[in-house]
């Protein structure tokens, strides 16, 4: 079992920034990979961004340049820094790690957090 906790959500500005933060309940090193997906209303969760334990990253197209994924091992959290925000950005965001064993997947999801773009 995995618990993750995200927080750093809220209303921002277009052009404004955000950092989001996803604290994992047990070591980062025995999660195969973590990541932020996001649903707008209307729309199917789609992915943000991922990093693996390999280091390997996966973004989606609209948010390459703007937003950057990254791990604090010491602290077992994912952060998601979010730059030059858009309306079409705002949606619910979720944090997720994925364990991997020898027969099974288990994806763990946070509780979502709300992030608005408006003037």
């Known amino acids: 079992q995995v618990q993750l906790v995200e927080s750093g959500g809220g209303l921002v500005q277009p052009g404004g920034s955000l950092r989001l933060s996803c604290a994992a309940s047990r070591s980062i090193f025995s999660i195969n990979a973590m990541g932020w997906y996001r649903q707008a209303p209307g729309n199917q969760r789609e992915l943000v961004a991922t990093l693996n334990s390999g280091g390997g990253k996966n973004d989606k197209d609209s948010v390459k340049g703007r937003f950057t994924i990254s791990i604090d091992s010491a602290k077992n959290t994912v952060y998601l820094q979010m730059n030059s925000l858009k309306p079409e950005d705002t949606a619910v965001y979720y944090c997720?790690?994925?364990?991997?064993?020898?027969?099974?997947?288990?994806?763990?999801w946070g509780q979502g957090i709300q992030v608005t773009v408006s003037s």
């Open positions: 997720n790690s994925r364990v991997v064993s020898a027969t099974d997947t288990y994806d763990y």
